[in-house]
């Protein structure tokens, strides 16, 4: 009896073992894709992040402060936000929807944050120009320093 209790529990265990390690790896996601490039500020910055048929084309920036707000901001308030919109175009030419985890991290020239913000988003199967978007919070008086952005993507499953 011992001897068949223990065969059962060494099966169990191994089938355990097996259940695990197929799970894990059903989990487990794309890579990891970086890039840093210049401050999208009048144009669209190129990124071409592949992985797989998904491309991240290129980022831009929305609702910049001007010269005249970053001026009034150092005027009158220091603390004054702006809430710039992100805009990341890609393409997904696979047949299956990806799930993407987007991170945008404004450094100054000393390679210091000055805003960072992220989210997660679906790259749409057999989309050839779509977006994907979020909001970023910035100092006003700080957006004339930000002249680098780290673009991180993670893929997920």
Avoid at 147 to 152: F, I, L, N, P
Wanted: hydrophobic share 45%; proline share 4%.
């Amino acid at each position: 009896m011992k001897n068949v209790l223990r065969s059962t529990l060494t099966c169990l265990a191994a089938c355990l073992a097996v259940c695990l390690a197929a799970s894990n790896a059903a989990a487990a996601g794309g890579p990891l894709l970086e890039k840093e490039v210049e401050v999208p500020r009048a144009t669209r910055i190129p990124l071409d992040l592949t992985w797989e048929k998904c491309v991240l084309v290129d980022v831009e920036t929305q609702n910049d402060p001007g010269d005249k707000a970053v001026l009034a901001a150092k005027e009158h308030d220091p603390k004054d936000l702006t809430f710039l919109l992100v805009r990341f175009h890609y393409k997904n030419s696979d047949w299956i929807d990806h799930r993407v985890r987007l991170r945008a991290v404004l450094l100054d020239a000393e390679g210091n944050v000055v805003a960072d913000a992220g989210r997660t988003g679906t790259m749409d199967k057999g989309q050839t120009d779509d977006t994907l978007s979020f909001p970023m919070k910035v100092k006003t008086v700080d957006w004339p320093n930000a002249v680098k952005m780290r673009v991180t993507a993670s893929f997920l499953k």
